[in-house]
């Protein structure tokens, strides 16, 4: 199985420690790809949280108009 570049997605030799196509470093301990995949999990639990309260506060926007629209 070939590692792929996290960098510019091509196939490196499975213990390679730099690309062989960007020169980056590629040997990645398994325990950063870890803390990674939580950071991306969290994040994106954040955004859904986000997209939630901004609905949230147009219903609310909405809402005050329209009783602002009922007092007149
Ligand atoms: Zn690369």
């Known amino acids: ?3 792929e ?3 510019c ?3 490196n030799a499975d213990h390679a420690m730099v690309c ?3 020169a980056r470093d590629i040997a990645i301990p398994a325990s950063l790809i870890a803390e990674r995949d939580g950071l ?3 994040r994106e ?3 859904e949280e986000l997209s939630r ?3 949230e506060l147009e219903g609310f926007k909405i ?3 329209r009783i602002l629209l009922a007092k007149t």
């Open 1 to 3: 199985m070939a590692l």
């Open 5 to 7: 570049c996290p960098f």
């Open 9 to 11: 997605a091509q196939p």
């Open 20 to 22: 062989n196509s960007c």
């Open 40 to 42: 991306i999990r969290k």
């Open 45 to 47: 639990a954040v955004r």
């Open 53 to 55: 309260a901004k609905a």
């Open 63 to 65: 809402g005050k108009r």
